[in-house]
């Protein structure tokens, strides 16, 4: 049976309807895209330089934090006070004299800059450690878990069983309540895009309601080893997903937001 030209015409606008309808679904829905010399640079601060820059902040507040940070962190000593120097007297970063640096090594500097302005985890007071007592951790990201079927991604804090844990941001409630591996857990969807993810709780805060806002400092629940945690020491699993969906290690933040808060900034 031969199909009409009119319902061809109409049956091939339809599918190229659809066509589209796709294509704007996946360019909405597509994962935001992360530089790759972003996590690497944050990655590599030592949280000494970070509290160095902070605490000079305090004394020299001519000097935006993330140009002081972003020259020292880059920069020989000597090359890096000369351009301090001219911070302190009021020069903009963008009108700066950077003398007989190489062109490649001054886009460095500049870049840097960008990466800490755009991604604030070092920034004061913008984060808050997420155990509000004594704890020890160490750099796991990446180890075998379930004799190899999985990789452990995120930082493990011990502490005893009932330890406050809080948000360290602010940003809204996504998930709650119990899963295999994390047992009883809370995800929040920050501010900044990110999912934090805070497992093995002892019990998550009744205040806590799915879909709705919360702060950085406000409880979620305790500190246990529901889950897979069940045999181990009582201990808190943070993880951070990207939001393009890169799960990364949280190790560094955490040196650094605990320096702050043993610090009282």
Not at 91 to 97: C, E, K, T
Not at 100 to 115: A, D, S, Y
Not at 157 to 170: D, Q, R, W
Not at 190 to 200: I, K, L, R, V
Request: contains cysteine.
């Amino acid at each position: 049976m031969k199909i009409p030209a009119r319902l061809q015409r109409g049956l091939a606008q339809f599918s190229i309807l659809i066509l589209l309808a796709f294509v704007a679904w996946l360019v909405l829905h597509r994962s935001p895209s992360i530089p790759s010399d972003v996590y690497p640079y944050l990655s590599s601060l030592s949280p000494a330089l970070v509290e160095q820059c902070t605490l000079e902040d305090r004394t020299s507040p001519t000097i935006l934090w993330m140009d002081r940070l972003a020259i020292k962190s880059t920069l020989p000593e000597i090359e890096a006070q000369r351009l301090l120097d001219q911070l302190n007297v009021q020069v903009p970063f963008a009108a700066l004299n950077w003398g007989v640096l190489p062109t490649k090594t001054i886009g460095t500097v500049q870049r840097h800059r960008e990466i800490l302005e755009q991604y604030p985890y070092y920034q004061p007071n913008r984060y808050t450690f997420p155990v509000m007592g004594t704890t020890w951790f160490e750099d796991s990201f990446g180890a075998d878990r379930e004799r190899g079927k999985r990789r452990h991604e995120g930082t493990d804090l011990f502490s005893k069983e009932g330890t406050p844990i809080v948000s360290i941001c602010g940003g809204k409630v996504e998930q709650l309540g119990w899963n295999r591996l994390g047992g009883e857990r809370v995800g929040i969807r920050g501010d900044d895009g990110n999912y934090y993810y805070y497992a093995h709780l002892q019990y998550i805060s009744t205040l806590l309601v799915k879909g709705k806002r919360i702060e950085a400092g406000e409880p979620l629940g305790s500190m246990g080893h529901t889950g897979v945690a069940l045999t181990t020491p009582d201990h808190l699993h943070f993880g951070i997903e990207l939001a393009n969906g890169q799960w990364i290690n949280p190790y560094p933040f955490l040196v650094v937001w605990q320096y702050w808060g043993e610090k009282r900034y």
